[in-house]
């Protein structure tokens, strides 16, 4: 059964940089094919995707927010870890983590965490 | 960047048929999936690969993809199917993009 859970800081102040740590259970990230992603939605707007990483640790962000975001894996933990620069206000949102693979993208999703930037 | 559009909303009537679309420029060429957001639950993958549905997904629920439009089709509709759905392809310079989504309403 395959299960993700992201963690992190429900509230970040402007100009911070947001940690969070998707904890995974059911699959590995070391196999062929596999991978973890990262999918945002501000509030009642839609689905935003930020990054991807593979099996081979290889790299995939979105153009838009390329800049800021960084993601790593601890095989070892069966954990993913998205980093965001410069947090604002507009990226207030609920971040949701999702297991994929080439042929059936983000076939299973954590239960997201909402973290509101404000001062 | 690549865009996906859909239609912000859809009405149906119980038992009848939804149609759900999604536009992309040469989506046909691109593998869609959809997915299901019900309030405050995380998204549901319903289709993917265009038209294959994971393991306990109704067979009320079908895909189907052709030139620059994708299309979700429910059909028999339940009031348990209102919600949001978002198509999702890959694109090799954008990435995984995602459509607007669609609010389906049951009426």
């Known amino acids: 059964q395959i299960t993700l859970k992201e963690s992190g800081p429900t509230l970040v102040k402007p100009t911070q940089t947001l940690t969070l740590t998707c904890t995974f259970s059911g699959f590995s990230l070391s196999t062929s094919g596999v991978s973890v992603g990262w999918i945002r939605q501000p509030p009642g707007k839609a689905l935003e995707w930020l990054a991807l990483?593979?099996?081979?640790?290889?790299?995939r962000y979105s153009p838009s927010l390329k800049s800021r975001l960084t993601i790593t894996k601890d095989t070892s933990k069966n954990q993913v870890v998205l980093t965001m620069t410069n947090m604002d206000p507009v990226d207030t949102a609920t971040y949701y983590c999702?297991?994929?693979?080439?042929?059936?993208?983000?076939?299973?999703w954590g239960q997201g965490t909402l973290v509101t930037v404000s001062s | 960047s690549y865009e996906l559009t859909q239609p912000p909303s859809v009405s149906v009537s119980p038992g009848q048929t939804a149609s759900i679309t999604c536009s992309g420029d040469?989506?046909?060429?691109?593998?869609v999936c959809w997915y299901q957001q019900k309030p405050g639950q995380s998204p549901e993958l319903v289709i993917y690969q265009d038209s294959k549905r994971p393991s306990g997904i109704p067979e009320r629920f079908s895909g189907s993809s052709s030139g620059n439009t994708a299309t979700l089709t429910i059909s028999g509709t339940q009031a348990v199917d209102e919600g949001d759905y978002y198509c999702q392809a890959w694109d090799s310079n954008t990435g995984e993009v995602f459509g607007g989504g669609t609010k389906v309403t049951v009426l």
């Open positions: 990483i593979y099996w081979d640790d290889d790299k």
């Open positions: 999702a297991h994929h693979t080439a042929m059936v993208p983000f076939d299973y």
């Open positions: 040469e989506l046909g060429d691109k593998y």
